[in-house]
């Protein structure tokens, strides 16, 4: 049998001004997804699924994902849509489409991505099978249940399964093509959005409520059970949290289960908190400072590139280059980092120079301004990681601050690595994430958030949504 595979993975935060582009994405071409299966793990764990199985073809059209921004640049979208569907005409019959999407990708003036590509594929291919794997923070609209046979979402977060959601959804896909079983899919909403930082899945009530959902995909008849949150920093009508239960066969058994997981999810609804402690930006710095054990973790919670926020909001540096600046003293502090393409090509033509440097307010002008800093420009990095960005170490008398040419997340060491920085040796590192990821909890002495205003805000109640919602 012959299966189509494809995906558009982007989170799509519709309060950021900026808009997402070619140049942030990484795109992958028909065959090109076999070489760089590990920069997509969702749609690696669909492509080992069908490698491993006999009896399957595997056909790949389109891959395209960025770091989360902006919505994404709607000449854009239209142009991947239509090499995704030329490359699938040209293709001849398949017998399923089966594709790995984020589920909160959102496109300037169209909306829903995802409902606009299944729409448009369920439009020219009507009896064609489609089956998504999908972030836990998609958000599930009435079109993509509408289009689908089958949505599986990751179950952790910090998102460490996404190999497995795609052997998952390929999984589902397999029984039903090789089978001829009827998947059925239930799906149960509650509207209410949460930030990721107060539902990880190692912290309560997540923890129990993902132990539940495994109880109940491990029930006779279920084949896959998943609870996909929505993504609070889009302010869009269907965002809310969805539990979603695939059964063989039994519409009424996949129903009452999504709904006993969406009850329990509403019963709990006033357990969620941050995991972490979180304090206004200047008090979050201060007690960082006064720490003696290192390295203290400062999230920059308001600007995280991860959720698709700026990446260059200059509050928590102007707090260490002005009001906080005796609490600098005598301690090693790193900020990772700040966007700036021009600071970056002015860092690069003055290595070792001490210069005078306008940092970030670019595309934040909302929530701050730039900051004049003196400093040098100490160290730079070329063709950094996955997007090949340009790292720049400024040194300035209160603190060392990264820049980046692109707008990517500081996710783990690397970035440290590349610049000469022992991140162990810090007193403190402010990141521009919300809950850190592994590998930066595991060099954490300690760690807060610092909840500063920005395109990904955790204090929801202070966002422009137009569409209501019940806030967590
Ligand atoms: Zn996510």
Same mark, same amino acid.
């Given at each position: 049998?012959?299966?189509?595979?494809?995906?558009?993975?982007?989170?799509? @935060?519709?309060?950021?001004?900026?808009?997402?582009?070619?140049?942030?994405?990484?795109?992958?071409?028909?065959?090109?997804?076999?070489?760089?299966?590990?920069?997509?793990?969702?749609?690696?764990?669909?492509?080992?699924?069908?490698?491993?199985?006999?009896?399957?073809?595997?056909?790949?059209?389109?891959?395209?994902?960025?770091?989360?921004? *902006?919505?994404?640049?709607?000449?854009? $979208?239209?142009?991947?849509?239509?090499?995704?569907?030329?490359?699938?005409?040209?293709?001849?019959?398949?017998?399923?489409?089966?594709?790995?999407?984020?589920?909160?990708?959102?496109?300037?003036?169209?909306?829903?991505? =995802?409902?606009?590509?299944?729409?448009?594929?369920?439009?020219?291919?009507?009896? &064609?099978?489609?089956?998504?794997?999908?972030?836990?923070?998609?958000?599930?609209?009435?079109?993509?249940?509408?289009?689908?046979?089958? &949505?599986?979402?990751?179950?952790?977060?910090?998102?460490?399964?996404?190999?497995?959601?795609?052997?998952?959804?390929?999984?589902?896909?397999?029984?039903?093509?090789?089978?001829?079983?009827?998947?059925?899919?239930?799906?149960?909403?509650?509207?209410?959005?949460?930030?990721?930082?107060?539902?990880?899945?190692?912290?309560?009530?997540?923890?129990?409520?993902?132990?539940?959902?495994?109880?109940?995909?491990?029930?006779?008849?279920?084949?896959?059970?998943?609870?996909?949150?929505?993504?609070?920093?889009?302010?869009?009508?269907?965002?809310?949290?969805?539990?979603?239960?695939?059964?063989? $066969?039994?519409?009424?058994?996949?129903?009452?289960?999504?709904?006993?997981?969406?009850?329990?999810?509403?019963?709990?609804?006033? =357990?969620?908190?941050?995991?972490?402690?979180?304090?206004?930006?200047?008090?979050?710095?201060?007690?960082?400072?006064?720490?003696?054990?290192?390295?203290?973790?400062?999230?920059?919670?308001?600007? @995280?590139?991860?959720?698709?926020?700026?990446?260059?909001?200059?509050?928590?540096?102007?707090?260490?280059?002005?009001? &906080?600046?005796?609490?600098?003293?005598?301690?090693?502090?790193?900020?990772?980092?700040?966007?700036?393409?021009?600071?970056?090509?002015?860092?690069?033509?003055?290595?070792?120079?001490?210069?005078?440097?306008?940092?970030?307010?670019?595309?934040?002008?909302?929530?701050?301004?730039?900051?004049?800093?003196?400093?040098?420009?100490?160290?730079?990095?070329?063709?950094?990681?996955?997007?090949?960005?340009?790292?720049?170490?400024?040194?300035?008398?209160?603190?060392?601050?990264?820049?980046?040419?692109?707008?990517?997340?500081?996710?783990?060491?690397?970035?440290?690595?590349?610049? *000469?920085?022992?991140?162990?040796?810090?007193?403190?590192?402010?990141?521009?994430?919300?809950?850190?990821?592994?590998?930066?909890?595991?060099?954490?002495?300690?760690?807060?958030?610092?909840?500063?205003?920005?395109?990904?805000? =955790?204090?929801?109640?202070?966002?422009?949504?137009?569409?209501?919602?019940?806030?967590?």
């Amino acid at each position: 049998m012959r299966i189509a595979i494809g995906g558009f993975f982007h989170e799509s @935060n519709t309060f950021s001004p900026l808009v997402t582009g070619e140049e942030d994405f990484l795109i992958f071409r028909r065959g090109e997804i076999y070489a760089h299966q590990d920069a997509y793990l969702l749609a690696k764990g669909i492509i080992s699924y069908f490698q491993e199985h006999a009896g399957y073809e595997i056909v790949p059209l389109v891959f395209a994902r960025a770091v989360p921004n *902006g919505e994404v640049d709607a000449e854009l $979208y239209g142009r991947l849509k239509n090499e995704f569907f030329s490359y699938l005409r040209e293709a001849g019959p398949v017998d399923a489409c089966v594709l790995a999407l984020h589920g909160s990708m959102r496109v300037r003036g169209i909306g829903s991505a =995802e409902s606009d590509l299944l729409l448009a594929l369920k439009s020219a291919y009507p009896s &064609l099978p489609l089956f998504c794997g999908l972030d836990m923070h998609a958000t599930v609209t009435r079109d993509m249940l509408r289009c689908t046979e089958a &949505l599986v979402g990751f179950k952790t977060a910090p998102h460490i399964d996404a190999w497995e959601t795609g052997w998952e959804i390929a999984r589902l896909a397999d029984l039903s093509l090789s089978t001829g079983t009827k998947l059925r899919m239930g799906a149960a909403r509650l509207d209410c959005l949460i930030a990721g930082e107060k539902s990880e899945t190692d912290y309560e009530p997540m923890r129990s409520l993902i132990a539940e959902l495994r109880e109940v995909e491990a029930r006779p008849g279920v084949c896959s059970a998943s609870l996909l949150l929505g993504f609070p920093w889009a302010d869009a009508e269907e965002n809310g949290v969805t539990a979603l239960v695939v059964t063989q $066969y039994d519409q009424a058994l996949a129903d009452a289960c999504a709904r006993q997981l969406r009850d329990s999810f509403r019963a709990r609804r006033n =357990e969620f908190s941050f995991s972490v402690p979180a304090y206004p930006p200047e008090q979050a710095l201060k007690l960082a400072l006064q720490e003696d054990c290192k390295p203290v973790l400062v999230s920059d919670s308001g600007d @995280n590139p991860t959720a698709g926020a700026t990446a260059d909001n200059t509050a928590l540096i102007s707090l260490l280059a002005n009001e &906080l600046r005796q609490l600098t003293r005598g301690k090693n502090i790193t900020v990772a980092g700040i966007y700036d393409p021009d600071a970056v090509r002015i860092c690069a033509e003055h290595r070792g120079q001490k210069i005078s440097l306008r940092v970030g307010g670019n595309f934040d002008t909302l929530y701050c301004q730039p900051v004049a800093l003196q400093g040098v420009p100490l160290r730079v990095a070329e063709n950094f990681g996955l997007y090949a960005a340009t790292l720049v170490l400024f040194r300035t008398e209160e603190f060392d601050l990264i820049l980046s040419s692109k707008h990517i997340g500081f996710t783990d060491l690397e970035p440290f690595h590349a610049l *000469g920085i022992d991140p162990l040796a810090q007193d403190v590192i402010v990141v521009k994430l919300g809950y850190l990821t592994p590998e930066l909890q595991s060099i954490a002495a300690k760690s807060c958030l610092a909840l500063t205003c920005g395109c990904t805000d =955790e204090v929801l109640q202070r966002l422009p949504y137009t569409y209501p919602h019940d806030l967590i």
